[in-house]
């Protein structure tokens, strides 16, 4: 079983940034996979970025360059460095982990990109 609780959100300006984390409470020592995904209103959930055990990471072209995913030694917690952001960006920005073929998903943290 894994509980994923995301933190960092907020409201920022266009061009400003903000770091997304993302903890897991589990029994598993290792969390194979890890991601951050997004919805905003009246869109589908879509990939962000994510990372692998091995330490690959995958992004979407519309954050490359901009965003950075990292995962911390023990394996549970991720986050996202979300840079340069731009009023697109707004949505509900969630984790996701991956353990055994089982999904586990955060209840999301609210990003909101604005004057």
């Known amino acids: 079983q894994v509980q994923l609780v995301e933190s960092g959100g907020g409201l920022v300006q266009p061009g400003g940034s903000l770091r997304l984390s993302c903890a897991a409470s589990?029994?598993?020592?290792?969390?194979?996979?890890m991601g951050w995904y997004r919805q905003a209103p009246g869109k589908a959930r879509e990939l962000v970025a994510d990372?692998?055990?091995?330490?690959?990471?995958n992004y979407a072209n519309s954050v490359m360059g901009r965003f950075a995913i990292s995962r911390d030694n023990a394996g549970i917690t991720v986050s996202l460095q979300m840079n340069s952001l731009k009023p697109e960006d707004t949505a509900v920005y969630f984790c996701?982990?991956?353990?055994?073929?089982?999904?586990?998903w955060g209840k999301g943290t609210l990003v909101t990109v604005s004057q």
């Open positions: 996701k982990a991956r353990k055994y073929g089982v999904e586990y």
């Open positions: 589990t029994t598993f020592s290792w969390i194979n996979y």
């Open positions: 990372i692998t055990s091995d330490g690959k990471t």
